[in-house]
């Protein structure tokens, strides 16, 4: 042992020189007898530290000093004869009765033909005190972040180690062990959309770019769902060479008040679209409703003031124009009931075997009039007879929709094609014209109401808006989809898909 060793040479020179070092050291010494604990002798560093009087401490047994049990104190003192340990922490007690820690380094050595313990002892206090303080904080610290259902982590950003809390685990589901302690499990629950939001604010708290961590994301829990946790963090300690080594930080669950803010936001836009309808269904009843009666008004005063001066021809003129004014007021009339229905959650929805001609030719003959006006030919071409499964009513509003806009935008002489194309599961209908056609711009706007900006027809025709907005719910509401193929100049084409069996 390295003080065996340093006495035994010291003795090679002379006892005198021992002592002379054993009495000068800055380092309290005790030569003290192993089976007893009889102090024998105490050098001056010692007789300052524990306040006696040298006569005085070297007739005191080490017991009265160490504030251990007796049992443990002679446990210890066979273990430093036997060398079996040569270095213990003890409490002493000093002559004005203060207890101060000491770490002591104590070996069996022989000093005039005797047997004893030579101890070298430190002052371990401030440091025992300052280790005790700083458990205790952490001790606090933990117990109120348990304790505020916050889970704890402590990352070693020198070996990637990671301690999780128990709290921590428990939030996400997983009991103690089965969570690894290293940055790799944390790093894999993180959700995919959010890891690299999360990585670049751990990066610039550990650049020093900002003072602490602090980010939300979602965390893979042990049932394979999704939590929200707000995470925040915090670098405490650095190397000798300034870089980063230990970081702690806290999760906490921030579900529910991610899942208010979800519904909040959704709120909002209900209310913004419950706004853009309410706008919507004031302008059509005080503009879009009013002037299709203006002109069945102003057409019908005039007839019955010149009917005995009109020939057959031009009564039929404008008779033609008072029922062409008639069908879209009718149809503009049934799309508000229908989309104030909607809007309500009031609408039927009953989906029942259907002939798709038997719908078709009802209104082509409803719509003819307005066709005939512009000379249009309405054309349904289908190779055999198809059968849909389909509300009724919503397909026929679709229908008289989509074919009433074909007019609208066709130009004189022009043709309108509806034509069915069956597949396995499902029925693809288009209603195509020879028209005026869109740009892209104008098709990405059509289905939405608060984007959807009305545009006179190819005879100044005007329409509300609302025909497109519907076909979209009423076909969403089989299951289906529509959509439009136009090219400026060249006409449009309009699609929907309709179910051919019962849906599942």
């Not at 060398?83 to 070996?107: C, D, M, Q, T, V």
């Not at 751990?202 to 020093?208: A, C, P, R, S």
């Not at 309410?278 to 007839?303: T, V």
Request: charge should be negative; glycine fraction near 4%; hydrophobic fraction near 35%.
């Amino acid at each position: 042992m390295f003080l065996n060793s340093l006495y035994q040479n010291v003795m090679i020179k002379s006892e005198a020189s021992f002592r002379n070092i054993f009495e000068r050291h800055d380092a309290i010494m005790l030569l003290i007898e192993p089976k007893t604990g009889l102090i024998i002798d105490a050098n001056n560093s010692a007789i300052k530290f524990y306040g006696y009087e040298k006569a005085k401490l070297c007739s005191m047994n080490i017991d009265k000093i160490n504030t251990l049990s007796q049992e443990q104190i002679l446990i210890e003192r066979t273990n430093a004869i036997n060398e079996k340990r040569n270095y213990f922490i003890f409490p002493h007690k000093l002559a004005n009765g203060e207890i101060r820690i000491i770490e002591a380094h104590s070996s069996p050595i022989e000093f005039n033909e005797q047997q004893l313990l030579f101890s070298i002892l430190h002052d371990i206090t401030k440091r025992k005190n300052a280790e005790q303080a700083l458990k205790d904080s952490e001790l606090r610290w933990k117990f109120a972040i348990e304790g505020n259902s916050d889970g704890l982590w402590d990352w070693n950003l020198i070996t990637n180690e990671l301690f999780f809390s128990e709290q921590y685990k428990k939030m996400l589901g997983f009991a103690k062990e089965e969570i690894d302690a290293n940055l790799k499990e944390w790093n894999k629950r993180i959700h995919p959309d959010d890891k690299k939001k999360v990585f670049d604010d751990l990066n610039k708290h550990i650049n020093g770019e900002i003072d602490f961590y602090e980010n939300e994301h979602r965390v893979l829990c042990n049932d394979n769902t999704f939590k929200w946790v707000l995470d925040r963090g915090k670098i405490i300690s650095y190397t000798s060479d300034n870089k980063p080594e230990r970081m702690i930080g806290t999760h906490s669950d921030i579900t529910s008040r991610k899942k208010t803010e979800e519904a909040l936001n959704k709120s909002e836009v209900q209310l913004r679209e419950l706004n853009a309808t309410k706008d919507k269904f004031f302008s059509i009843i005080a503009h879009d409703l009013r002037s299709p009666f203006n002109s069945i008004l102003g057409f019908s005063e005039l007839l019955i003031e010149h009917v005995k001066k009109y020939d057959d021809e031009e009564i039929e003129k404008y008779l033609g124009i008072i029922n062409s004014s008639t069908q879209s007021t009718l149809v503009l009339l049934d799309n508000l009931l229908n989309w104030a229905n909607s809007q309500t959650g009031q609408v039927n929805f009953k989906p029942e075997t259907v002939v798709l001609s038997s719908i078709i030719q009802p209104i082509f003959e409803l719509l003819n009039s307005s066709a005939k006006n512009k000379s249009l030919a309405l054309n349904y071409v289908q190779s055999e007879e198809i059968e849909v499964f389909a509300d009724l009513n919503m397909i026929k509003t679709v229908l008289r929709n989509l074919i009433s806009n074909a007019i609208k935008f066709t130009t004189s002489k022009g043709k309108i094609n509806v034509y069915p194309v069956q597949y396995d599961k499902f029925v693809e209908i288009a209603v195509s014209d020879n028209g005026v056609g869109m740009n892209e711009e104008t098709q990405n706007k059509l289905f939405n109401l608060e984007t959807n900006k009305t545009t006179l027809g190819t005879a100044k025709e005007k329409g509300s808006g609302l025909g497109l907005i519907l076909c979209k719910e009423f076909v969403e509401k089989h299951g289906g989809k529509i959509w439009v193929e136009s090219e400026l100049g060249k006409g449009s084409k309009f699609k929907f898909t309709l179910p051919l069996n019962k849906l599942e």
